[in-house]
């Protein structure tokens, strides 16, 4: 599993210091969450985490809470002060030395967290099929990605967050009561077309007082 830091490089340009400080809290924040899932932190590049799990289960609900701790940490700051991380995890053989990892397996892993979301996680087929009717969440097939200094494009599906789901939820409300009042057509030439004019009017004025 990798995890990302949304902004950083372009932060420490800015103001190194914030961003030194954000990378900070970051770890703070997230070395607990590893543990509670048996990850092993292989080691910090940058902001980014590299952690090695046993389980892709594990790697999954990890990767879950991750984000919702950041989450409801950002909830009450300004956003200069908020941590925005991305998430991607792949499953396959790797090669340990001296305490680190590598392969081909890691690479993919890397370069599936790009295609994240800020405080998304996006992972691989092979994880999908270690997790399908064990995870709680929703999960959304992305499809075939190119990565880069991958030969073959790789199926990439992502993590459905709970409130990203009530997101689009109450979007389809709102969009469930917009109402649209067209003018009347006047028909009779006995008739002025002030008259139609004023008559579809005074609904819409009707409509957009009741649904404002």
């Not at 700051?77 to 340990?96: K, M, Q, Y």
């Not at 790789?154 to 067209?182: F, G, H, S, T």
């Amino acid at each position: 599993m990798f995890t990302d830091m949304v902004g950083y490089t372009a932060l420490g340009q800015r103001n190194e210091s914030l961003s030194l400080a954000l990378a900070d809290e970051q770890r703070k924040l997230i070395r607990p969450i590893l543990a509670r899932h048996s990850g092993r932190e292989v080691k910090i590049i940058g902001d980014a985490f590299f952690v090695e799990f046993s389980s892709a289960l594990d790697a999954i609900r990890c990767a879950y809470d991750v984000q919702r701790a950041t989450r409801e940490y950002n909830f009450s700051l300004p956003e200069e002060r908020r941590i925005h991380l991305r998430v991607g995890i792949h499953l396959g053989d790797v090669v340990e030395s001296a305490g680190d990892i590598s392969g081909d397996a890691v690479n993919v892993a890397s370069r599936i967290e790009a295609l994240a979301e800020d405080g998304g996680v996006c992972f691989t087929r092979q994880v999908y099929d270690h997790i399908q009717n064990k995870f709680e969440l929703s999960l959304t097939n992305l499809g075939y990605k190119p990565l880069k200094n991958v030969t073959n494009p790789v199926e990439v599906y992502k993590m459905v967050m709970p409130w990203a789901e009530k997101k689009v939820i109450n979007e389809q409300r709102a969009d469930a009561r917009r109402i649209a009042v067209l003018p009347f057509t006047n028909i009779s030439p006995a008739r002025s077309a002030q008259s139609s004019k004023g008559a579809s009017e005074k609904p819409a004025a009707r409509f957009e007082s009741r649904f404002s």
